[in-house]
């Protein structure tokens, strides 16, 4: 297993289960961001069935100073600490993590944050931003649920009424935790804790400290003292580089980072290996702290996104297309023979389009950010290595220098990728290509939409867990879609239908209702877009035929296509109340042919009924 840094190198390899913890600090902005990420899923057997965890925390400068998040490793997120957000939401990082944060209502400062490696956000019991200096997450563990709180303490520039609020805040939280979890809080104290401290508070720290202790650093050993915890990165001794968490810009260097562990839980912290990372290029005044803890996560088996992004593009090619067709006839051929009930034939259809999707056409790739070059990566290798020598002035100065030319050189990559990109624009607004061009418009200038990570029942009580969010969801959507209001047909006069009029769905009518399907629509449950109906040849044709003359005939509809997905869409307002989303809901393509035919069918009835006052919705 490797514990990745930001600069995209190893850092150290063990066995385990390994959380990394990232966090952002602008000291004129005194803003925070945090971050868990793990890495790695490997188990290694341990005394009493428990596992190694990690739990490193460390600032990083904003990438709004600092443009260095798109040269991160695979393994680690882009998004963490990207921009200085306001209020509260989620993120989906394009490898599938996720970053909760909080900051503050009004302005750019302050903030905190996790994020959550999507190999343990199955484990994720809930998230609850409190304010832009406290925010929490749950995870499921064995024997005991853990509860981590990240926090940013006011800085001297304070008064101490301001810092007794923020302690207190935090133990409202401790006091609202289950008192069965595995407590840990981390975060930038602002506090210095030193080793003349140590004769009236052993049982809370230990040598590996600054040299004396300050006013902030006595409050919060009064603070862990009641709450019974220790200041787990200070027990073990280690050397003067393994202790500092921050450097300040004349050279000197302090302890003021620390992640507080309950004390009946000191037997599972590893202490030689719980210590400050200094190797760690983040491009930041203030290093990796790091827990080792030994702790056993709970295997959750969430049901899989089952969600396939083919790709369509490939299709536009003639020879790739033919490929496809002759692939989908193939598979076709001997089932058209069979004599099969409605939904085996729905599921037959449905798995080979996507089985020779995925063969012909593979998965839509992710994109990453394509402005980032091999000479901006030399660069950053080049910082990681002039970290070590920070020490010096000399070393300082130089490492300055590198930070300046990597900033530098992001900023005019990303300009000169601009610039292509807006000559690709005039390109295809000059062969008409319209479509396109607004794309690529859309995809300069979209800005990434915050996912609000809790929702408000009916009562307003926040809901933060995952199972009760959806269980919210579904009663509003329920309720929004559910109508028992049903109109008078006697009004109408209409004469009942013969069986004159009961005649097959025709083969040509499937066809021109495909032909006539819109393209670039999001798919439904069934993943099969329309792109993917249209190339599929004449035995697609026939088994849609089969299937829309067979729900013709029993009135009865195939489960895939009775189901849709629903997305939510933020408007404005408060993003916790549920009427303040837009819902859209995906249905199944290939259900549009038989719901497309039936209108076909019902328009030259309607145009009888329906009296000549009647000009609304209608052509002509």
């Known amino acids: 297993m490797q514990v990745t840094g930001l600069g995209g190198r190893v850092l150290r390899r063990t066995n385990g289960l390994v959380f990394m913890a990232k966090a952002s600090h602008l ?6 961001w945090s971050s868990l990420e793990r890495d790695g899923l490997r188990q290694v057997q341990m005394p009493k069935t428990r596992h190694m965890m990690y739990i490193p925390r460390n600032n990083l400068i904003p990438a709004r100073s600092q ?16 921009e200085k957000w ?43 931003p409190v304010s832009s200096r406290l925010i929490t997450i749950r995870l499921r563990a064995k024997p005991f649920n853990i509860t981590v709180i990240q ?10 009424e301001y810092v007794e609020d923020f302690y207190s805040q935090i133990q409202d939280i401790i006091n609202k935790t289950d008192n069965k979890d595995i407590l840990i809080i981390q975060g930038d104290w602002n506090a210095k804790v030193g080793r003349d401290a140590l004769e009236d508070w052993d049982e809370f720290i230990g040598p590996s400290c600054n040299d004396t202790t300050n006013e902030r650093g006595l409050r919060l050993l009064e603070f862990a003292s009641y709450n019974n915890m ?29 992640i507080l562990v309950q004390r009946r839980h000191r037997t599972g912290i590893n202490r030689p290996k719980t210590r400050t990372f200094p190797g760690a290029d983040v491009g930041s005044d203030h290093d990796r702290v790091m827990l080792n803890f030994r702790v056993r996560l709970r295997i ?14 490939k299709l536009k090619d003639p020879r790739i297309s033919e490929v496809f067709q002759a692939t989908v006839d193939g598979k076709f051929a001997p089932l058209l023979q069979l004599d099969e009930d409605l939904e085996a034939i729905t599921n037959n259809f449905n798995s080979v389009m996507t089985e020779t999707a995925n063969e012909v056409l593979g998965k839509s790739q992710r994109k990453s950010k394509p402005w980032v070059t091999d000479f901006i990566l030399e660069l950053c290798d080049k910082r ?36 292509k990109q807006c000559t690709d624009i005039e390109e295809k607004l000059a062969f008409n290509n319209t479509k396109k061009a607004f794309q690529l418009v859309k995809d300069l200038t979209k800005e990434k939409q915050a996912k609000v990570n809790s929702i408000k029942d009916k009562r307003g009580n926040s809901l933060t867990e995952e199972k009760e969010i959806l269980e919210r969801w579904t009663e509003y959507c329920s309720e929004l879609y559910t109508h028992q209001s049903r109109g008078d047909p006697s009004v109408l006069n209409v ?3 013969t069986n004159e009029d009961d005649y097959p769905i025709l083969r040509d009518e499937v066809v021109a209702t495909v032909d006539s399907l819109r393209s670039g629509k999001s798919a439904g449950v069934d993943n099969i877009p329309s792109e993917l109906l249209k190339p599929g040849g004449e035995s697609t044709i026939d088994m849609l035929t089969i299937i829309c003359n067979k729900i013709w005939q029993t009135g009865e509809w195939p489960k895939p296509w009775t189901q849709s997905l629903i997305i939510v869409i933020p408007k404005k307002g408060n993003l916790q109340l549920c009427q303040n989303y837009r819902t859209i809901s995906l249905i199944s393509h290939a259900s549009k042919v038989m719901l497309r035919i039936i209108l076909d069918r019902l328009k030259p009835q309607a145009e009888s009924i329906i009296a000549e006052e009647q000009a609304g919705f209608r052509k002509g």
């Not at 020490?391 to 300009?415: F, H, L, S, V």
């Open 27 to 32: 000291v004129g902005g005194n803003r925070l």
């Open 495 to 497: 004469e009942e239908p």
């Open 230 to 258: 220790m200041l787990a990165n200070t027990l073990a001794e280690h050397k003067a580089s393994r202790r500092w968490t921050w450097h300040a810009p004349n050279g000197q260097h302090n302890q003021i980072n620390y």
């Open 67 to 82: 443009p260095k998040l798109p040269m991160t490793a695979p393994s680690v997120s882009h998004q963490g600490g990207r």
């Open 151 to 160: 926090a940013y303490a006011p800085t001297k520039d304070y008064d101490d």
């Open 300 to 313: 959750v088996n969430k049901p899989k996104n089952t969600r396939l992004r083919f790709n369509l593009e």
């Open 384 to 419: 990681r290595n002039q970290k070590k020598k920070k020490n010096t002035p000399e070393g300082r100065a130089e490492y300055r220098k590198t930070n300046k030319d990597i900033r530098r050189e992001m900023k005019y990559a990303k300009q000169r990728w601009i610039t």
């Open 86 to 128: 306001k209020n509260a939401g989620e993120i989906q990082t394009e490898e599938g993590h996720a970053f909760y944060y909080r900051g503050d209502e009004n302005r750019h400062i302050h903030g905190v944050g996790f994020l959550v490696n999507k190999t343990i956000k199955n484990t994720l019991m809930g998230c609850q």
